[in-house]
């Protein structure tokens, strides 16, 4: 019943910018940690960023000092500002929204493809 809609994804050069955004709909109910996560082709899905209910964050160390994740808790809508974007970051971005309610249950968006190239 939990849907993310995403948004934000595009083709920038190294050094730019994107903001991706991932707006949830549904019953909130136990959820306790929203994040981003990126897979490449042929490779598998690592987390990029993750924000607990509570405000705090952690970074995937290739990230951090360049991607920062935010959430906006009336709209129930997270964001992920990226900065001097690499080409190693060209992957598709799948936004998380984890719940506990005496078991764990995830809900992924559709993705958003970021591609960093010249």
């Known amino acids: 019943q939990v849907r993310l809609m995403e948004s934000g994804g595009g083709l920038v050069q190294p050094g730019g910018s994107l903001r991706l955004s991932c707006a949830a709909s549904g019953s909130m109910f136990g959820m306790d940690r929203m994040g981003w996560f990126r897979q490449a082709p042929g490779q598998e899905r690592e987390l990029v960023a993750t924000i607990t209910t509570s405000g705090r964050t952690n970074y995937a160390d290739s990230v951090k000092g360049r991607f920062t994740i935010s959430r906006d808790s009336v709209k129930n809508t997270i964001y992920l500002q990226m900065k001097s974007l690499k080409p190693g970051d060209t992957a598709v971005y799948y936004c998380?929204?984890?719940?506990?309610?005496?078991?764990?249950?995830?809900?992924w968006g559709q993705g958003t493809q970021v591609t960093v190239s010249s």
């Open positions: 998380n929204f984890h719940f506990w309610y005496g078991s764990t249950s995830d809900y």
